[in-house]
Protein backbone atom coordinates (compact mmCIF):
# COMPACT_ATOMS: atom_id res chain seq x y z
CA UNK A 1 0.00 0.00 0.00
CA UNK A 2 1.18 3.30 -0.63
CA UNK A 3 -0.98 6.52 1.16
CA UNK A 4 -0.49 9.86 -0.62
CA UNK A 5 -1.71 13.14 0.82
CA UNK A 6 -1.37 16.50 -1.43
CA UNK A 7 -0.92 19.70 -0.11
CA UNK A 8 -0.11 23.47 -1.14
CA UNK A 9 -4.17 24.03 -3.49
CA UNK A 10 -5.45 27.28 -2.32
CA UNK A 11 -7.06 30.51 -3.70
CA UNK A 12 -5.05 32.82 -6.30
CA UNK A 13 -5.31 35.18 -8.88
CA UNK A 14 -5.02 34.70 -12.83
CA UNK A 15 -1.26 34.83 -13.44
CA UNK A 16 -0.13 33.95 -10.37
CA UNK A 17 1.89 30.74 -8.74
CA UNK A 18 0.94 27.82 -7.09
CA UNK A 19 3.60 24.47 -5.91
CA UNK A 20 1.31 21.43 -5.20
CA UNK A 21 3.34 18.49 -3.07
CA UNK A 22 2.31 15.12 -2.64
CA UNK A 23 4.11 12.87 -0.10
CA UNK A 24 4.14 9.03 0.21
CA UNK A 25 4.75 6.79 2.44
CA UNK A 26 4.23 3.15 2.51
CA UNK A 27 6.70 1.57 0.19
CA UNK A 28 9.68 2.70 -2.00
CA UNK A 29 8.69 5.84 -3.45
CA UNK A 30 11.39 5.33 -6.19
CA UNK A 31 9.76 2.17 -7.58
CA UNK A 32 6.60 4.15 -8.47
CA UNK A 33 5.73 6.33 -11.30
CA UNK A 34 3.39 9.56 -10.60
CA UNK A 35 0.89 11.51 -12.29
CA UNK A 36 -0.94 14.52 -11.16
CA UNK A 37 -4.10 14.60 -12.21
CA UNK A 38 -7.43 17.39 -12.05
CA UNK A 39 -10.96 17.22 -12.31
CA UNK A 40 -13.27 20.11 -12.46
CA UNK A 41 -17.00 20.25 -11.86
CA UNK A 42 -19.00 18.88 -14.68
CA UNK A 43 -15.89 17.14 -16.25
CA UNK A 44 -14.04 14.13 -16.53
CA UNK A 45 -10.83 13.62 -14.43
CA UNK A 46 -7.83 14.35 -16.91
CA UNK A 47 -4.16 14.06 -17.03
CA UNK A 48 -2.33 17.22 -15.94
CA UNK A 49 1.46 15.81 -15.72
CA UNK A 50 3.09 12.41 -14.88
CA UNK A 51 6.85 11.58 -14.21
CA UNK A 52 8.85 8.09 -14.38
CA UNK A 53 10.21 6.67 -11.14
CA UNK A 54 13.85 8.98 -12.09
CA UNK A 55 12.76 11.91 -12.85
CA UNK A 56 13.96 11.10 -16.31
CA UNK A 57 11.04 11.42 -18.49
CA UNK A 58 8.07 13.84 -17.94
CA UNK A 59 4.59 14.24 -19.44
CA UNK A 60 2.81 17.22 -19.83
CA UNK A 61 -0.78 17.78 -21.30
CA UNK A 62 -1.00 20.21 -23.63
CA UNK A 63 -3.32 23.09 -21.79
CA UNK A 64 -0.68 23.32 -19.40
CA UNK A 65 2.56 22.92 -21.36
CA UNK A 66 4.92 25.93 -20.62
CA UNK A 67 3.08 26.58 -17.16
CA UNK A 68 3.55 23.68 -15.66
CA UNK A 69 6.82 21.32 -14.34
CA UNK A 70 6.25 18.38 -12.13
CA UNK A 71 9.37 17.10 -10.33
CA UNK A 72 10.01 14.23 -7.65
CA UNK A 73 12.50 14.35 -4.80
CA UNK A 74 13.16 10.70 -3.92
CA UNK A 75 14.76 10.79 -0.83
CA UNK A 76 12.12 12.92 0.45
CA UNK A 77 9.07 10.81 -0.81
CA UNK A 78 7.80 13.71 -2.51
CA UNK A 79 6.41 14.76 -5.96
CA UNK A 80 5.33 18.64 -6.78
CA UNK A 81 3.95 19.61 -9.38
CA UNK A 82 5.08 24.03 -9.95
CA UNK A 83 2.28 26.33 -11.18
CA UNK A 84 2.78 29.40 -12.94
CA UNK A 85 0.71 31.73 -15.01
CA UNK A 86 -2.03 30.25 -13.56
CA UNK A 87 -5.80 30.83 -15.51
CA UNK A 88 -9.37 30.20 -14.36
CA UNK A 89 -9.51 27.24 -16.82
CA UNK A 90 -6.91 25.90 -14.43
CA UNK A 91 -9.05 25.48 -11.30
CA UNK A 92 -10.06 21.80 -10.18
CA UNK A 93 -9.32 19.53 -7.45
CA UNK A 94 -5.97 18.02 -8.37
CA UNK A 95 -5.00 14.37 -6.96
CA UNK A 96 -1.65 12.70 -7.11
CA UNK A 97 -1.28 9.11 -8.19
CA UNK A 98 0.86 6.38 -7.80
CA UNK A 99 1.33 3.67 -10.81
CA UNK A 100 3.01 0.34 -9.60
CA UNK A 101 5.52 0.76 -12.34
CA UNK A 102 8.83 2.57 -13.32
CA UNK A 103 7.21 4.27 -15.79
CA UNK A 104 4.04 6.84 -16.15
CA UNK A 105 1.06 5.93 -18.46
CA UNK A 106 -1.64 8.60 -19.51
CA UNK A 107 -4.76 6.36 -18.01
CA UNK A 108 -5.81 7.28 -14.96
CA UNK A 109 -7.15 3.68 -14.25
CA UNK A 110 -3.42 2.75 -14.42
CA UNK A 111 -2.69 4.20 -11.30
CA UNK A 112 -3.10 2.33 -8.25
CA UNK A 113 -3.30 4.49 -5.39
CA UNK A 114 -4.64 8.02 -4.79
CA UNK A 115 -4.44 11.17 -2.76
CA UNK A 116 -7.90 13.11 -1.35
CA UNK A 117 -6.99 15.68 -3.81
CA UNK A 118 -6.59 19.58 -2.76
CA UNK A 119 -8.56 21.94 -4.77
CA UNK A 120 -7.05 24.81 -6.73
CA UNK A 121 -9.04 27.50 -7.35
CA UNK A 122 -8.15 30.43 -9.77
CA UNK A 123 -10.10 33.92 -9.77
CA UNK A 124 -10.26 35.89 -13.09
Known amino acids: QVQLVESGGGLVQAGGSLRLSCAAS????????MGWFRQAPGKEREIVAA????????YYADSVKGRFTISRDNAKNTVYLQMNSLKPEDTALYYC?????????????????WGQGTQVTVSS
Open 51 to 58: ISWSGGST
Open 26 to 33: GRTFSNYA
Open 97 to 113: AARGSLYYTLVAREYAY
